[in-house]
């Protein structure tokens, strides 16, 4: 089992460099960093202005800021793992796959040196758009986050780099060229972002259907840590009023407790996880 392991991490090893020399697919992976500097630059103000219409009693800049940097960290780790996963489309077209099986390389070893090295980048790349986002807090003057707050942030930043690369290893199997991936990325890294409302504001919260959608649960458990300084010493009523109005809460036939939220996103990310592994042995020849 060790030497199996063991071959799993030199495959997966060998796929983070390769993705670290396509300049493609770095550039890809570090979108979200321009994208967040374009979320401060453009509609911080506009959101502040609505933060403090929706909310009162509360620092409208750090909450505006808190929200921006947890929907782009969401939003990273899903494109980081559909850069990183261009390399399957890339070896399958050369015909590496061959190669390697013909070796003592086993079929479930290759998928998963594949699927750790998305889960990686996609956590490190989350990762740091969080701390990011606690040295833009730190520059501004504003409350950071404590240890139990990382703490739950890391967790929520795994299982969705776990969720997302289930996703985008399920689309893997009907997708063969280049160009068809490149415009899967578009059409759901869109639908990503507005399912979980990280382009615009649910103003009035998560009460419909999308409350028990992986993408809107995923930013719910990295936006709530980033919100709890934020709402330091405030009353509970206006905690849930601020939560709610920033999509950091489910209000699905009542607000669902975070414990709830974890365990149903836990439960998405192991089973496309498990189908995206599937999906992905069907496509590897003998």
């Known amino acids: 089992m ?46 502040v202005s609505m933060i403090s219409g929706i909310v009162s009693g509360t620092d409208a800049y750090a909450a505006a800021d808190a929200w921006i940097f947890g929907s782009v960290a969401m939003l990273s780790g899903f494109s980081s793992t559909m850069s990183v996963l261009t390399g399957f489309l890339e070896d399958r077209r050369s015909g590496r796959f061959g190669l390697q099986l013909a070796s003592s390389v086993k079929k479930w070893q290759l998928v998963w040196g594949y699927l750790l090295s998305a889960i990686i980048v996609a956590i490190v790349m989350s990762v740091v758009i969080v701390i990011f986002g606690q040295i833009w807090a730190l520059a501004n003057g504003q409350p950071l986050m404590r240890l139990g707050e990382w703490l739950m942030v890391l967790m929520a930043i795994i299982l969705s780099a776990i969720l997302f690369t289930g996703i985008n290893a399920i689309a893997l199997r009907f997708l063969v060229l280049q160009g068809a991936f490149g415009a899967y990325c578009l059409i759901m890294g869109t639908v990503a972002g507005i399912m979980s409302f990280s382009y615009v504001l649910p103003r009035h919260g998560v009460s419909s259907a999308a409350g028990v959608l992986p993408f809107l649960q995923a930013a719910v458990l990295v936006r709530d840590p980033m919100l709890t300084p934020v709402s330091r010493g405030l009353d509970p009523d206006t905690v849930t009023d601020l939560n709610t109005a920033l999509g950091a809460a489910v209000d699905f036939g009542g607000i669902w407790p975070q ?21 992905l042995r069907r496509c590897l020849k003998n």
């Open 2 to 47: 060790i030497t199996a392991m063991a071959i799993v991490g030199t495959l997966c090893t060998r796929n983070l460099g390769v993705f670290l020399r396509s300049r493609t697919a770095v550039v890809f992976a570090i979108s979200p960093v321009v994208l967040c500097c374009l979320f401060l630059a453009f509609f911080r103000e506009p959101t």
């Open 259 to 279: 414990i709830l939220v974890i365990f149903v996103l836990l439960a998405w990310s192991a089973i496309v996880l498990v189908v995206g592994s599937s999906f």
